[in-house]
């Protein structure tokens, strides 16, 4: 499977259930949930974020078009899984929802994972890959013996 469609469509799943899950929670209770819903964007934010650094740290060929077409599959992706999940466990959605949440709730789920992605794909390759110490921390200085042997007078 490509990596684009394994990121995306991994993402368009945990955007979607958290989508419903606020959603739920929202129907059961309108007020107070804003906080959550604020704390819920932000760990998706930092998921994308934080996959891409991942990525650039590896080095992963191609990984900016990875990133683009991965937002893509997660907007639409989640936007198909969240009118279906709202549906089957909110509330009556419908169909008719469809329409707003494949084009303004897609753009949005794509800008969700898109921009927090390229600032990991900026940072990623910026951190240490360094798995030894510096030489000069481990390695204690040898004294190389001179080929002749000094003469002591005495």
Do not use: C, N, Y
Request: proline share 6%.
């Amino acid at each position: 499977m490509r990596t684009w469609l394994t990121r995306g469509a991994v993402l368009a799943v945990v955007h979607a259930a958290v989508a419903v899950t606020i959603a739920a929670l929202k129907a059961a209770d309108p007020t107070g949930w804003t906080t959550a819903q604020a704390l819920a964007l932000g760990s998706l934010v930092a998921a994308a974020a934080v996959w891409a650094a991942v990525d650039g740290w590896r080095g992963l060929p191609d990984r900016g078009r990875t990133w683009v077409l991965a937002a893509l599959v997660a907007g639409w992706g989640s936007a198909v899984l969240t009118v279906v999940g709202r549906g089957a466990f909110v509330d009556q959605t419908g169909v008719s929802a469809l329409g707003s949440a494949l084009t303004g709730g897609a753009a949005f789920t794509a800008l969700l994972v898109l921009v927090p992605a390229g600032v990991g794909l900026v940072v990623g390759p910026r951190l240490d890959r360094r798995t030894d110490p510096p030489a000069d921390e481990t390695r204690p200085s040898r004294v190389v013996p001179s080929p002749k042997p000094r003469r002591t007078s005495g």
